[in-house]
């Protein structure tokens, strides 16, 4: 059983920065793929980006192309999402996801999830 624990939610205004954190138990964290997905209120939970168990590569949704950044950091057993130029469309509570051996976008793949962390983004 993996879990996760993610952090660096917060408020910030339009245009600002934040970094969220995902601490994973697992000690073979380098085998999993991991995403990060958020859920704005009234919708459904949405892919955000992606990276790579095996190669590093990452993925991302049109909307946070070029905005928000995965990366990470393995001797850690942690993955990123730093986020830059934040809209208040990007309110929404943000989840990482984990999935063996596997680096894919779509949700109901995956098998480990953390609780969640809320981002607000004020105008």
């Known amino acids: 059983q993996v879990q996760l624990v993610e952090s660096g939610g917060g408020l910030v205004q339009a245009g600002g920065s934040l970094r969220l954190s995902c601490a994973a138990s697992?000690?073979?964290?380098?085998?999993?793929?991991m995403g990060w997905f958020r859920q704005a209120p009234g919708k459904e939970r949405e892919f955000v980006a992606a990276?790579?168990?095996?190669?590093?590569?990452?993925y991302y949704a049109d909307s946070v192309k070029g905005r928000f950044t995965i990366s990470r950091d393995n001797a850690k057993n942690t993955v990123y999402l730093q986020m830059n130029s934040l809209k208040p469309e990007d309110t929404a509570v943000y989840y990482c996801a984990a999935k063996w051996r596997m680096t894919v976008v779509t949700q109901s793949t995956y098998d480990y999830w953390g609780q969640g962390t809320q981002v607000t983004v004020s105008s």
């Open positions: 697992e000690r073979t964290f380098s085998n999993y793929g």
């Open positions: 990276i790579s168990w095996s190669d590093g590569r990452t």
